[in-house]
Structures are given as structure tokens and as C-alpha cells.
């Protein structure tokens, strides 16, 4: 008798984690404090982040997302930052958020799976690591960062777990982990150009 598959989502509180509105910083200005070994808003401490891209960037995404046919109809988070909505479309984890906004910001694509998806969207008729890497990194440049510290890393890996078990907003450039309310042939078609930048 073959076993049922258990829901990864059934021991999820599944709710969308508050964070603190101060927590928030330019990616133009994380990367100027990476580059003077000043990053003076976190420590290499555990905890929660969310990446906001502008509108307009979102459907630059969306467009080459939509030549692959891939369904769009899902809920996003906004905020308006200086009068410009953000959309936010990548959560994650981390045990030292240090060192994870660095391999976001500026690290090798084999760093960061957000990089490499970005890469794979973006850039995706690129061969050149260092042309793709620009491309990257003028996207990111124009996104904020939010993050929220834990206690320890098993609380931070607990809110992912439930922020991307949750069906009221969807994060669509996340895959691993990923139940929101995301259709699954999105993140198959996702897995499947990421695939081709390997």
C-alpha cells in the first residue's frame, strides 16, 4: 500500500510574518556598506528577510515570464516606498544575515539561488558571467531589503516554513519550500529555465 504524501504545510502556523517598518534599506546603500566593511544594519545574526522590487522592474520580470506561459493570477504584497510601489517577490532565511546580504548583493551566482533565478530571467541569452553579473546587479540595486532578526536560526527557518505555507500573497521567484498560492506549472517552468543557466 503505497504511503500518503504528508502536507509539509501541516505543521505551519501558514501566516504572513510582521516585520519592523525601520528595517528596511536600499540595496544602493547595502552595497556601499558592504564595499567600506561599514554594514552597520545587521549583524551575523539569524533571522528573516523580504526583497521589494519596483513596479516597473516587476513587469519587466513578468514579461519574459509571460512569453513562457506561465499563469500569473496570484496576490503580491505592495508597499509605496518615496510615492513608487514595491512588490515584494523573494522571502528567506538565514543563520547569519551578514553574510546572506552579501552573496545577495554582490556574490557569485553559486552563492545565492535568488541570483541565479534572476540570472536565469534576466539574463537568460547571456554567456558571459561578468555581463550577466551586471545585469543582476543593476535589478538588485534598484530593490529595498527588510529583514527581521530571531532568537535563533530553527525560529527563523519556522517563519519561512509559514510564510511560504500562507495562501493570502504568493512569492514568485521563490522555489524551494514554495506552497503559497502559486500554480504549480509556475514553478516547474521557473525550475526549468533556472536549469538551463547551469
Keep these: 500500500m503505497a504511503k500518503k504524501k504528508t502536507n509539509p504545510c501541516s505543521q505551519s502556523s501558514g501566516t504572513v510574518h510582521p516585520m519592523p517598518q525601520n528595517n528596511i534599506i536600499s540595496s544602493t546603500q547595502l552595497r556601499q556598506q558592504i564595499e567600506q ?20 522592474l516587476v513587469k519587466q520580470i513578468f514579461e519574459v ?25 523573494y522571502f528567506g532565511m538565514s543563520g547569519d544575515l551578514g553574510k546572506r546580504i552579501r552573496q545577495h548583493v ?6 545565492s539561488t535568488l541570483r541565479r533565478t534572476l540570472r536565469a530571467i534576466l539574463a537568460h541569452d547571456v554567456r558571459n558571467g ?3 553579473s551586471e545585469i543582476v546587479n543593476d535589478c538588485i ?14 525560529a527563523a527557518k519556522k ?12 512569492y514568485p521567484l521563490n522555489i524551494q519550500g514554495n506552497h503559497t498560492v502559486l500554480p504549480t506549472d509556475w514553478l516547474t517552468n521557473l525550475k526549468r529555465l533556472r536549469k538551463t543557466m547551469k
Design 106 to 111: 554582490k556574490g557569485p551566482f553559486s552563492s
Design 141 to 154: 540595486n534598484k530593490c529595498y531589503w527588510q529583514w527581521d532578526t530571531t532568537v535563533n536560526e530553527e
Design 65 to 89: 515570464l509571460s512569453n513562457l506561459k506561465l499563469p500569473q493570477h496570484f496576490k503580491l504584497q505592495e508597499m509605496k516606498i518615496d510615492r513608487i510601489v514595491y512588490v515584494a517577490l
Design 130 to 132: 561578468k555581463r550577466a
Design 159 to 170: 517563519i519561512e516554513k509559514g510564510e511560504l505555507c500562507q495562501q493570502n500573497f504568493a
Design 37 to 56: 566593511n561599514s554594514l552597520t544594519c545587521i549583524d551575523s545574526k539569524p533571522g528573516v528577510y523580504r526583497w521589494w522590487f519596483p513596479e516597473d
